[in-house]
């Protein structure tokens, strides 16, 4: 279809039906770019005139009517640039990011002289076509007219989906938080030496010697010098265990400070039975006594003690002489055995005596000598009664016993 234009001559109405499609354009305008809508020029009547074959109608023909002028051509032109800068500076662009997914587009294009390019920016004067190089406006996807092949490759520039193995790989350690810094920990306060704590006594270390005297158990043990230790412990018990603490059939029998008298007595042992002995070397600490050193245990049979013999009566005289004292006579005491003589007097007690369990006796006299029987006695206050008596004591198979006494007797002193 030809139209009679503005220059005089004929030329085809531009159509994409008669488009030659296999017309090479110039540059493609990048396909990731959606151009915005042109914007709406309007001329005065007597700058336009109208073709009304070739006119194309604006704002949905209800309008105005916009003809090929030169003031279409140049505002065309102007469009053609801005278009070009904003495709330029879009996704996908020379100088805008690349983006593989923008929206396709058509470019629009007007018709007739000074009608707007196609985004190319190219191919004679500027925002015209003539009748000599007519063709197909290229789409987006720089394919004249035609959809992109789905199977073609994506434009190295135009940007397809970003490849993950496309990426530079991180340097080592890029991702990696450094690690904590460990928290020194405090480091303990020293803590004093503690005191050596004893060890075990060695055997048989100490000496101890154990026989019977006076029907009783007699000891005597060697010595601990050379030891920072406290006492001597001695202990008697039921069975050949003998400890320190003393244990269930342990009994303490003797405490003899370092320097004393390492002898020992057991007055209190059981006749007829066997015991066992053991003396320790102890120091005393603040969590109780610790054994230094120990004997080893000793064993003995206590003898079963025997009856003692009745004891012989002695006669006994007390008078008062010139001085107010007390002159007490008794008859000797001729037995094997004789120890001597206990002189004894009560001021209260009617029967004192030197046995044990006797309350109120008072020893005034001791004689060794076997025909020696008299002593004097300053007696009590006047008017005071004042008993006396005295007994004969002695060994018999290494025990104390009581050989012969006499009567008690009364004595009041005479008032002043």
Not at 207 to 222: A, D, R
Request: proline share 10%; charged share 25%.
């Amino acid at each position: 279809m030809a139209a009679q234009g503005r220059r005089g001559g004929s030329r085809r109405t531009r159509t994409t039906a008669n488009a030659d499609t296999s017309a090479a354009m110039p540059a493609a305008v990048p396909a990731e770019i959606t151009p915005p809508p042109a914007p709406v020029a309007f001329v005065s009547d007597a700058d336009a005139e109208l073709v009304e074959d070739q006119s194309t109608p604006i704002m949905g023909g209800h309008g105005r009517r916009f003809g090929r002028s030169l003031a279409g051509a140049a505002f065309g032109t102007l469009l053609l640039a801005g278009l070009a800068f904003g495709a330029a500076l879009g996704p996908g662009g020379a100088f805008g990011p690349k983006d593989a997914h923008s929206s396709k587009s058509d470019v629009a294009v007007a018709d007739g002289a000074g009608e707007a390019g196609d985004g190319t920016g190219a191919g004679g004067e500027a925002g015209e076509y003539d009748g000599d190089h007519d063709g197909a406006v290229p789409d987006h996807d720089g394919v004249d007219g035609n959809e992109p092949d789905e199977s073609s490759p994506a434009d190295e520039t135009g940007g397809g989906e970003p490849d993950e193995t496309d990426k530079p790989a991180s340097e080592p350690g890029d991702n990696d938080k450094p690690e904590p810094t460990a928290k020194p920990e405090p480091k303990p306060e020293p803590k004093p030496d503690p005191k050596p704590e004893p060890k075990d006594p060695p055997a048989e270390s100490v000496s101890l010697s154990v026989w019977i005297k006076e029907y009783h158990p007699k000891l005597e043990w060697g010595s601990c010098d050379g030891l920072d230790f406290d006492y001597y412990k001695v202990v008697r018990s039921k069975d050949s265990t003998v400890t320190w603490p003393a244990g269930e059939n342990d009994t303490l029998i003797a405490v003899v400070e370092p320097g004393g008298d390492r002898k020992a007595w057991d007055g209190d042992a059981p006749h007829g039975k066997k015991v066992w002995y053991r003396v320790f070397c102890v120091r005393h600490t603040e969590d109780g006594y610790k054994v230094l050193r120990a004997s080893d245990a000793k064993g003995i049979e206590v003898p079963e003690e025997p009856a003692p013999p009745d004891p012989v009566s002695l006669e006994l005289d007390a008078t008062i002489n010139a001085e107010g004292e007390v002159v007490l006579s008794w008859s000797a005491c001729e037995v094997d055995g004789f120890g001597f003589y206990k002189v004894l007097r009560s001021t209260w007690n009617e029967n004192p005596s030197y046995m044990p369990w006797t309350d109120g006796t008072e020893v005034i006299g001791v004689v060794e000598d076997m025909h020696a029987t008299e002593l004097h006695d300053a007696g009590g206050d006047p008017g005071q009664t004042v008993y006396y008596r005295v007994q004969c004591l002695g060994w018999i198979n290494g025990s104390k016993v009581l050989l012969g006494q006499t009567a008690v007797i009364a004595v009041t002193m005479p008032e002043a």
